[in-house]
């Protein structure tokens, strides 16, 4: 809920749930530091007093503000901004709810009951994971994220007021007498020799959640950054826990390591080629490679959970393990890889520490063959990623990797007209031929054939002096149709993109128009200009805006819509390019026009022989002129034909469901 509210302050990009994740992962490390810290304190008094406090802060602090979440004061460090948003935002609340399970166990396992202890680690993942299937299927279809955050409040005081009544119920249940009514055993990990246990449980927990944020990226990096996609791998990965810790027997290593072994070279497959695929079909794909290697690193975990005296520690342990590899994953990674190769990381340390695991075995017989089999799959696996690297990456001319995604310039000569190419993430962002002669002509989506370039070759021919806004720079292929006298604004987010269309595309510099390049998010820019300027009074707006193949969805809801009607002059052109190999915007396109009351024009341009991409445009305007104009009669519908549903999103109520393609 928390990360779909500030998504739009981010530049709606799947980095933001990535950042949500290590916040989530650093504050249940601290508060699981919290109970250990408590556990040891002499009295359960003690112990009960102050957790009690800490209950009834919380409480106080609801209920949840949005205001005190979203912002728009954004730095260049949004890893930063994002954890220091939600530390002010929800951090007490959630250090309280982190804390609550392990102390409750904790407790509990020094009762009649202690033999069930950890299976309440399995039971709370298991209420874990049904709350993460309602908010995309239920909470956020139906309710706005205003009436999200009130619900959460009452549910948070209701648990906070169920949690006093449990430590009430243990007071009154205690021996008044006694100054320390449960004596816990001693630790049987104080030895040096139990380190190795500490170190194998932190490995597998940060392994784990590795290849969690890991998938995450993946699956989100083509299709845009939404709630399903964002809870389905982690509903898989806590399934796994839950699987493990209800009963040991489910983690068969024989079985497990052996599907490893396979779905090793799918998850390679994917790597490389996963755009290929259908949505369902990656998505399926993606979800059985994370759940069989995270069986095997919590079924390891769950074989050697220690006894009840060293509970809390065993949870410290695991909960740091993930929040190291959530800060490899978000941020180390991000410094150290120019593409997503912490998952090709997290394949291989299963495979390594599955050998580790069994290698050190301290009771029964060493299976030798299993760790032959490991050996044989990480070396075939590691053999054929750097085949298909090769192969992949050797057009490669230049490649970075930010907080908003993973960027490659490409030469491509091995086909008829040899062009340049700059992909995000796995998609074409545009084109420019590596031999031309005068101006390079737009390619790809942005051909003169298409929706885009009739409409401003069309505009060109009223006159010049026109002003231009376009959301989304690419290659600045735009810039093509500017001419003297024509100011064409940019407005982009990713700092890399900019810098590659000046260093490696010539669209900007040869554009007989003025060009401008504002970075940042552009629903940010233009807000802050038109409250500090007034109406930029564009001729032509147009929304051009993805990250891969995702288009962010805070500008495309009626708030967005606003602010590009407050910029637009009178007679403007708004644009929209919504070619999508995952989501069928029309519907969206059909709410854009009723809020409006513009007219319509859906422009489906074809691939060709000279050119791959298939370009779908949408333009809205009240110009009659245009509208009437034979070249748009030609090549262009009203919007009514092609889409009949009728979908208005906001920035408090939208959901993608309804619009992917299955």
């Given at each position: 809920m928390v990360a779909k509210i500030i998504l739009p302050y981010f530049g709606g990009g799947s980095a933001v749930w990535t950042a949500c994740m290590l916040f989530y992962q650093s504050l249940l490390l601290v508060g699981y530091l919290y109970s250990f810290c408590?556990?040891?304190?002499?009295?359960?008094?003690?112990?009960l007093a102050v957790h009690g406090l800490l209950l009834v802060v919380g409480m106080v602090l609801m209920p949840l503000s949005l205001e005190s979440i979203a912002t728009t004061e954004i730095s260049t460090q949004p890893f930063v901004d994002i954890f220091t948003l939600l530390l002010l935002g929800i951090g007490a609340p959630y250090f309280v709810l982190s804390a609550t399970a392990p102390?409750?166990?904790?407790?509990?396992?020094?009762?009649?009951?202690?033999?069930q202890a950890y299976r309440l680690y399995s039971v709370s993942n298991i209420a874990a994971m049904m709350a993460l299937f309602c908010y995309p299927l239920i909470i956020e279809y139906n309710l706005t994220l205003s009436m999200q955050a009130w619900m959460w409040s009452g549910l948070y005081i209701a648990f906070s007021l169920f949690n006093l009544s449990c430590l009430y119920q243990v007071y009154r249940n205690m021996d008044k007498t006694a100054a320390r009514p449960v004596q816990p055993e001693q630790s049987k990990l104080a030895s040096g020799a139990n380190v190795i246990r500490c170190v194998k449980w932190f490995l597998l927990s940060a392994t784990g959640v590795i290849l969690l944020i890991a998938t995450t990226n993946n699956l989100t990096l083509n299709v845009p950054p939404i709630p399903f996609l964002w809870t389905l791998p982690l509903a898989l990965y806590l399934l796994t826990y839950i699987l493990c810790f209800f009963d040991e027997r489910v983690y068969l290593k024989w079985y497990w390591n052996l599907m490893f072994t396979v779905v090793s070279l799918v998850a390679l497959f994917l790597f490389f080629i996963g755009s290929q695929f259908a949505i369902t079909a990656q998505i399926c794909l993606y979800l059985v490679v994370l759940f069989v290697a995270c069986i095997i690193c919590h079924g390891e975990i769950a074989k050697s959970k220690p006894g009840n005296e060293d509970m809390t520690l065993f949870y410290l342990v695991l909960a740091a393990g993930g929040c190291a590899g959530s800060v490899f994953a978000s941020i180390l990674a991000t410094e150290l890889f120019t593409q997503y190769y912490e998952y090709i990381v997290g394949i291989c340390l299963v495979f390594a520490l599955s050998v580790a695991m069994e290698w050190q075995k301290q009771q029964g017989k060493v299976e030798r063959k299993l760790i032959y089999l490991n050996v044989a799959g990480c070396l075939v696996f590691v053999s054929l990623f750097y085949l298909m690297q090769s192969q992949f990456n050797k057009y490669n001319i230049y490649e970075s990797r930010n907080f908003f995604g993973i960027i490659q310039v490409k030469d491509i000569v091995n086909i008829d007209n040899p062009q340049r190419?700059?992909?995000?993430?796995?998609?074409?962002?545009?084109?420019?031929?590596?031999?031309?002669?005068?101006?390079?002509?737009?390619?790809?989506?942005?051909?003169?054939?298409?929706?885009?370039g009739i409409m401003l070759n069309l505009m060109a021919d009223n006159g010049s002096g026109n002003k231009v806004g376009i959301i989304g720079l690419g290659v600045g292929a735009l810039a093509y149709y500017g001419q003297a006298d024509d100011e064409f604004v940019f407005y982009e987010l990713?700092?890399?993109?900019?810098?590659?269309?000046?260093?490696?595309?010539?669209?900007?510099t040869s554009s007989a128009a003025t060009i401008t390049v504002h970075s940042g998010d552009a629903r940010v820019s233009l807000a802050n200009e038109y409250q500090e300027n007034g109406t930029q009074g564009f001729d032509m707006l147009i929304v051009d805006a993805f990250s891969s193949d995702s288009i962010p969805q805070h500008l495309l809801t009626t708030e967005a819509l606003t602010l590009y009607e407050q910029h637009l002059a009178a007679n403007g052109v708004l644009a929209f390019h919504i070619s999508n190999s995952y989501l069928d915007l029309r519907a969206i396109m059909s709410g854009i026009e009723m809020q409006s009351g513009l007219q319509s024009r859906y422009f489906k341009t074809s691939d060709s022989a000279t050119d791959a991409d298939q370009a779908e445009w949408v333009i809205f305007t009240s110009n009659m002129d245009y509208l009437a104009a034979p070249q748009v009669n030609n090549k262009s519908v009203p919007l009514q034909e092609?889409?009949?549903?009728?979908?208005?999103?906001?920035?408090?109520?939208?959901s993608l469901l309804s619009v992917i393609k299955l």
């Open positions: 408590i556990s040891k304190l002499k009295s359960v008094y003690q112990q102390l409750l166990q904790y407790w509990l396992s020094h009762s009649v009951k202690s033999a190419r700059l992909i995000d993430g796995y998609t074409s962002h545009g084109a420019q031929a590596l031999d031309y002669q005068g101006k390079p002509r737009p390619l790809s989506y942005y051909r003169p054939e298409t929706g885009i990713n700092p890399d993109v900019e810098y590659v269309a000046n260093s490696y595309f010539d669209y900007l092609v889409s009949q549903n009728v979908i208005q999103w906001s920035d408090s109520h939208s």
